[in-house]
């Protein structure tokens, strides 16, 4: 939990800091906002998941949380393919 802690406040600090001003920039960037967003809900979800572990005792909600990690996880991805082939469709054909 300490180190999904210390991730959660450097990816947080990078997505804000760093990122934000790429939150709608090209699909290259755009993917790196998306990809650093999901690594902080990732990590939040490690901390929430291991205080109700040690709250609680019991390992069921952590495995809720490992499935809803996943599932957004797999939904961000699908969002960057999503966006690279309309990216790829839209630009212009080499000859």
Request: glycine letters at 6%; aromatic letters at 4%; hydrophobic letters at 55%.
């Amino acid at each position: 939990m300490v180190v999904a802690l210390v991730a959660l406040l450097v990816n947080g600090s990078v997505l804000l800091l760093v990122l934000k001003p790429f939150q709608n920039g090209d699909v290259h960037m755009r993917a790196m906002w998306l990809c650093t967003r999901a690594d902080v809900v990732v990590n939040l979800g490690v901390v929430l998941s291991g205080a109700r572990v040690l709250l609680i005792h019991s390992s069921i909600s952590d495995r809720i949380i490992c499935i809803a990690i996943g599932l957004y996880v797999i939904k961000e991805a699908i969002e960057i393919q999503r966006e690279a082939r309309e990216a790829d469709s839209a630009a212009p054909a080499e000859s």
